[in-house]
């Protein structure tokens, strides 16, 4: 299928999603007219909208514009994520529409270009917009479509016609990823996660494998250091290794904090680089800065621009973003929503910030997901010093009995836990200085972050 063929209008069933905009904004860019469905307002809606594109609230049939009505020219794109029983997604379904999953979409624009593809059950957004803007900032270039509002660049979709290079993200979620032909995959993690699609780990991996079976035949697969599957892969892909510190393909030596940013040398199979700057703060983001790095060297980007490049990047909205950076109070809010990514995240905090104390404040993501690792993210939150938890934010699912907070809660031991929910979270956050506070989670606290911004702003003068 050719996307450009016959396709004037594309309806997005979920288009506020981040993954969702990035693909609106490309057929907006190809001047395409571009509407579709979101559940509630975001900050990204009100983007889109502000772009030129339409957004209704409600899934009624009787909301879908004439011009987006006739099958024959208009592609209907949709999430996973939407629930079956969506009555616009039922209605073009039944009157004959393309209907097509966001993955399928990526796959079909993509399949002409040179993709580059960010995999990982966590690391996927900081590593492909770090490698984004290293391919920008060098004679390679690249198209990208982003899970992340990039700060250099301030969205999420970036358009290169002349670049034969897409970076993207290869999502996990429904299997989506394995829609996508790369040239050159990078897998930073695999955990267990999304096991309301997957089960067990065990089938997680064996998807990993299957991606990485996609690679085209002389291209390459970088993986993290320490994953450990039996990768199947086509003739003449070429298998590095990454890590932080540890000795591999790519690493890291010589890491030093130097007002408040890390410096340090990489290891590569072509030689050592050195006199890099990691552009933002956390040891987990000098991790991801060598994935990201060893992507463009890879393809083409040289040492000489990946050195200028480097400190310049800015970071991404809601990946370790720290808000206030006052001698007395820190305020960073992230998109942790994992076990092992609050795990490295609050590592991080502590390493920038030794003997000062933390507080938390999480807002859990699904009810299978709080049910399946209830354990681990108590572990994980243990290291604070305080945290409020917030209740479940459901997405895509419906409550299950039995599950909610307090079933991560009760397992945090020695520290203090206050429940708290969306409404009320501000209020409950009274905390002394000196101090560090972390917000995280992928639901809807984004939309408390201002607030809470606010509110330790204020608590900043008291003092």
Known sequence: MNLADNIKQVWFIGIGGIGMSAVARYFHLKGMRVAGYDRTPSVITDAIESEGMEVCFSDGVELIGDDFRDGSTTLVVFTPAVEASHRQ????????????????????????????????????????????????????GCTAFLGGI??????????????PFTILEADEFDRSFLRLTPQTAIVSAIDADHLDIYGNKDEVEKAFVEFGNRIAENGNLLIKKGIDVNWKLNNGVRMFTYSLNQTADFYAKDVQLQNGRYCFNMVTPFGEIEGLTCGIPGLVNVENAIGAMALALLNGVDEEEIRKALPTFT?????????????????????????????????SVKNLYPGVPVTGIFQPHLFTRTRDFAEEFAASLSVLDEVLLMDIYPARENPIEGVDSQMIGEKIKNISVIYCNRTDVVEKLNITTPRVVISMGA?????????????IEQLIKQK
């Open 443 to 455: 639901g809807d606290i984004d939309r408390e972050v201002n607030r809470l911004k606010d509110k």
């Open 315 to 347: 970071g991404i909205a809601r990946r370790f973003d720290v808000l206030i950076n006052q001698p007395q109070l820190v305020y960073i809010d992230d998109y942790a929503h994992h076990p092992e990514e609050i795990r490295a995240t609050l590592s």
């Open 150 to 163: 990039s700060r250099n660049y301030r969205t999420n979709f970036l358009w290169d016609e002349k670049s």
């Open 89 to 140: 997604l039922i209605w073009f379904r039944e009157h004959g529409f393309t209907v097509l999953k966001r993955s399928e979409v990526l796959g079909l624009i993509t399949q002409n270009s040179t993709a580059v593809c960010v995999a990982g059950t966590h690391g996927k957004t900081t590593i492909s917009t770090m490698a984004t803007h290293l391919f920008r900032q060098s004679g390679v």
